[in-house]
């Protein structure tokens, strides 16, 4: 009790003893350019008889880290620090503090606050020393366009040749996305409904193809206009977003596997009463080009493609307008050649005929779009929840595959309108209390993350910044458990033999950065580098001072002329 009452009286004193002018921020308002950095002046005036202890852990000055602005180092004058009696070193008197704060170079421009906080212990000169203090100051920034932001083969540092730049990147990346390994399921099963309308009209085919073209441009819409208000709400965000939230991943599993069973004959979707000539109508079949549409952006999401990446690194920068304008010309990439197809409908002859062949080639898209679905989404939930949670998700797809029975058994026209109904609403039912029972409301029991291995390192920049400063090479795969396209690299390119083996020649430090549940710090280095969203591969090579970055899509000849720029004694 004495103890604590010493304690709380040395507190008191404490704050009679300190001036209110202690601690002053030199500027509160200071402007800094992107890709660049500001330093931070702090300056302590410690009052006659007490000392400021230099310890690290209560002496120093921290910054709340924004989207595009992140702490360093705070300096301390060392040559100013005196040594104590008591095993560490004080400073006295007006001692001025620094802090180092990086602006990436693609930060959100404009006028920002920061909360800067500034931490210090006192002690008297008997060695007596106070509880640590803490204290806050709003700093503000304003971010300005630095002078030195091309990234590439274009010039994009500014004006209106940068934007159609980064306008007819989206597009063309939009359009290569077409022949990603997400998107192939969606574009098999849009063929395969086009070699169904081959013998259709002119203008049905037509209708067919620009509404599945509206279906994918409205969920590019819908998908810029969430990216906009989490921005505005001061968030970071990236391409792929989504499948960070468990959530939208099991919606997006249970839809594919209920689509699945739909190219199987478990059900066919259908209105209660709808008798088989409606069911025939081309209005049926418009609707059902319109969602084709929205499910091909569902898949397209968490992939990338080359030119999508710097497309949409630019994108997430912008204002809405811009984020608009590139968010739909991905979309007319990824709709175009449909569009075509749609424009000149004799082009649908060069597709086989219709045939019994269809009944086979439907069931294997459907077992495709179930590889799919257990390749990406299964283990990105088991990376973002863990196993406990998995299994309950595996009772959801039971029960989905039930109510989809149930529907496909009863909803016909062999059945009165009132059965159609009850068994519809009953199916219904079943779905939202199985939802509920299974995984709402369910936490991560034992999420997984990327492990270190015998060969490849878990991502930590501190780990980066030291083997650089040593002249070591470092490479770094920035991926996902949700990313089609990094898991294509790593077991095509990245873990073959060959390509280890150079690898362990020339004593490259091999680290993996897990962007599967949004890690701040990877998003920085991601937007740091003009990307969007993973993959992002980066080779840091002794004596040069950028990274080389290598394409989205790599290939043994491009991990190898690059490892050649590292001469073998580095």
């Excluded at 008197?93 to 006192?122: N, S």
């Excluded at 500014?158 to 934007?163: F, Q, R, S």
């Excluded at 936490?443 to 780990?463: H, M, N, Q, R």
Aim: glycine share 8%; aromatic share 14%; with cysteine.
């Amino acid at each position: 009790m004495k103890k604590l009452l010493l304690i709380i009286l040395l507190s008191m004193v404490s704050m009679c003893l300190v001036s209110d002018e202690m601690i002053v921020l030199e500027s509160n308002f200071i402007e800094v350019q992107t890709g660049g950095m500001a330093l931070i002046e702090v300056t302590f005036n410690i009052p006659e008889g007490q000392y400021a202890a230099f310890q690290v852990d209560y002496f120093e000055i921290d910054i709340e880290d924004q989207s595009g602005i992140r702490g360093g180092e705070t300096i301390y004058p060392v040559d100013e620090a005196i040594e104590t009696d008591y095993g560490f070193s004080k400073f006295v008197g007006t001692i001025t503090l620094y802090k180092e704060i990086f602006i990436d170079k693609r930060a959100v421009q404009g006028e920002r606050e920061i909360e800067l906080y500034v931490m210090y212990q006192l002690c008297l000169e008997d060695g007596t020393c106070f509880i640590p203090e803490e204290e806050m100051f709003i700093l503000n920034l304003f971010v300005v366009q630095g002078e030195n932001t091309s990234s590439g083969i274009f010039d994009f540092s500014g004006g209106a040749g940068n934007v159609f730049n980064f306008i007819l990147l989206a597009f063309l990346g939009g359009l290569i996305l077409n022949v990603m390994p997400c998107v192939l399921p969606i574009l098999s099963i849009r063929a395969f409904n086009l070699i169904n309308q081959s013998e259709n009209s002119h203008k049905n085919i037509f209708t067919n193809s620009v509404l599945y073209v509206l279906g994918i441009l409205a969920s590019f819409i819908i998908l810029a206009g969430v990216v906009t208000a989490i921005k505005l709400s001061g968030e970071a965000v990236g391409w792929g977003f989504q499948f960070q939230n468990p959530g939208f991943v099991v919606f997006l599993l249970g839809l594919m596997f209920v689509f699945s069973l739909s190219l199987f004959d478990i059900f066919t979707i259908s209105i209660p009463g709808m008798n088989i000539a409606t069911k025939a109508s081309s209005k049926s079949g418009y609707w059902g080009s319109f969602l084709m549409g929205i499910f091909c952006v569902l898949l397209a999401t968490p992939c990338t493609a080359p030119f999508l990446g710097p497309a949409l690194g630019f994108a997430f920068t912008q204002p809405p307008v811009l984020i608009f304008t590139i968010f739909l010309f991905v979309g007319l990439g990824l709709g175009f050649p449909f569009l075509v197809i749609g424009i000149f409908p004799k082009a649908v002859k060069i597709l086989p005929k219709p045939g019994n062949w269809m009944n086979i080639f439907k069931e294997v898209l459907g077992f495709l779009l179930l590889g799919f679905a257990i390749f990406s989404l299964i283990g990105t939930l088991y990376s973002l929840m863990g196993g406990a949670y998995l299994i309950r998700v595996m009772y959801l797809l039971l029960i989905l595959g039930f109510a989809a029975w149930l529907y496909g058994k009863w909803v016909t026209p062999l059945y009165s309108k009132l059965t159609q109904w009850i068994v519809t609403i009953l199916a219904i039912l079943i779905i939202i209390f199985g939802a509920k029972f299974t995984v709402a409301g369910q936490t991560a029991s034992d999420p997984t993350s990327l492990k270190a291995d015998s060969f490849w390192g878990v991502f930590d920049e501190e780990i980066v910044f030291s083997a650089v400063a040593e002249g070591r090479p470092v490479f770094i795969d920035f991926t996902a458990a949700y990313c089609t396209v990094c898991k294509q690299n790593e077991m095509v390119v990245l873990n073959a033999p060959d390509i280890r083996e150079a690898f362990i020649e020339r004593n490259v430090l091999m680290l993996k950065a897990d962007f599967t549940r949004g890690d701040p710090i990877i998003r920085e280095w991601l937007f740091r580098y003009d990307r969007a969203g993973v993959p992002l591969y980066l080779l840091f090579v002794p004596g040069e001072t950028e990274p080389i970055q290598l394409p989205e899509i790599l290939t043994k000849t491009s991990v190898f002329n690059a490892l050649n720029r590292i001469n073998i004694g580095d």
